[in-house]
Nanobody, 127 residues
Framework: QVHLVESGGGSVQSGGSLRLSCAAS????????MGWFRQAPGKEREGVAT???????NYADSVDGRFTISQDNAKNTMYLQMNSLKPEDTAMYYC?????????????????????WGQGTQVTVSS
């Protein structure tokens, strides 16, 4: 079992920055692959960024160059640094984890790849 708790959401103006945190506990192998997702009202949940335990990262095109995913394995915490925020980044942000290996690394940007989810943290960007 894996338990995930997000924090760091809030309200910022366009162009601002936020850093989200995801504190993880439980079996290390079951959270070898982790990711950040977001879901805006009326829209499907979309992958934002992913990271493997070895540090390999992947980003959605919509955030590449603005967001940075990272992890502190000693603290069992994953982060999402969000810069140059836009109103369209407004959403509930979730962290997710899985130990399942998929051949296609891009599959980890899909919510179906993950077994464990946090409760989410709200990010609101005003224009």
């Amino acid at each position: 079992q894996v338990h995930l708790v997000e924090s760091g959401g809030g309200s910022v103006q366009s162009g601002g920055s936020l850093r989200l945190s995801c504190a993880a506990s439980g079996d290390t192998y079951s959270r070898y692959f982790m990711g950040w997702f977001r879901q805006a009202p009326g829209k499907e949940r979309e992958g934002v960024a992913t990271i493997r335990l070895d540090g390999t990262t992947n980003y959605a095109d919509s955030v590449d160059g603005r967001f940075t995913i990272s992890q502190d394995n000693a603290k069992n915490t994953m982060y999402l640094q969000m810069n140059s925020l836009k109103p369209e980044d407004t959403a509930m942000y979730y962290c997710a984890a899985t130990g399942t290996v998929y051949h296609d690394g891009n599959y980890y940007l899909k919510s179906a790849a993950y077994n464990y989810w946090g409760q989410g943290t709200q990010v609101t960007v005003s224009s």
